[in-house]
C-alpha cells in the first residue's frame, strides 16, 4: 500500500541545545535526517505515548511483568487475557482512536508494540498481513498475548485470525480481505 502524500508546512522551535546534539546524535546512529527524528518523536508522542496514559497505561519494567506472569497458574493467565479484551480494550481504542475496529486496534497495537520497544515485524503478502512479535517474556506471555489477540479479534467479530506461539514468540495472521473493508 502506498502512502499518499500529506500536506506539510514548515515551523521553527527553539530547542536547548543538549537536546538539539542528542536528536543529531541519534539521527547519525540512524543515517536519516534531524526532521526525519523530530517527525518520529512527534508521531510517536500523538499516536500513543501522550494518550496512552488517559488509557489507563503505564510503563511496568518486562521483567517485574513475566515474574508476575510466572506466579499465575496458565488458567489464570487466560482469565486476564480475556478480561483485559472483553473489558478494556473497547473503551482504550474509543479514547486512543475514537474507533472500535479492525484497523483502530492493528494501529494502536502496533503504535504499544513500538512504544514497549518489542522486536515486531510485519509483513504483507499476497493474503495476509502477519505480525511476529519477540518479546523475551516467556510462555505465560505468550499464552497471555495469544488469548488477548485472539478474545479481541473474536469481539470485533472475526473468526479467521490464525496464530502461532512459542515461549517468546507470536505470530497472527489477518486475511487481507478482513482489511479491505
Given amino acids: 500500500m502506498a502512502k499518499r502524500a500529506t500536506d506539510k508546512e514548515n515551523i521553527t522551535f527553539r530547542l536547548e541545545k543538549a537536546t538539539l546534539e542528542k536528536i543529531n546524535f541519534e539521527a547519525e546512529q ?6 526525519t527524528i523530530a517527525h518520529n518523536i512527534f508521531s510517536e508522542y500523538f499516536d500513543w505515548n501522550g494518550c496512552a496514559p488517559k488509557a489507563g497505561m503505564i510503563p511496568i519494567h518486562k521483567t517485574v511483568l513475566s515474574m508476575i506472569f510466572d506466579k499465575l497458574s496458565e488458567r489464570e493467565v487466560i482469565e486476564v487475557a480475556e478480561f483485559f479484551a472483553k ?51 516467556g510462555n505465560k506471555w505468550s499464552v497471555y498475548m495469544w488469548h488477548m489477540l485472539k478474545t479481541v479479534f473474536q469481539n470485533i467479530g472475526l473468526e479467521s485470525v490464525t496464530f502461532e506461539k512459542s515461549d517468546d514468540i507470536i505470530t497472527f495472521k489477518v486475511p487481507l480481505l478482513l482489511l479491505q473493508h
Avoid: C, P
Fill in 30 to 35: 540512524k543515517g536519516v535526517s534531524m526532521n
Fill in 87 to 137: 473489558v478494556k480494550v473497547k473503551d482504550m481504542l474509543l479514547v486512543l482512536r475514537n474507533s472500535y475496529n479492525l484497523e483502530a486496534f492493528l494501529d494502536m497495537f502496533e503504535a504499544w508494540l513500538k512504544s514497549s520497544s518489542l522486536s515486531y515485524t510485519k509483513n504483507i503478502n499476497h493474503d495476509a498481513q502477519m505480525y511476529t512479535i519477540t518479546h523475551e517474556m
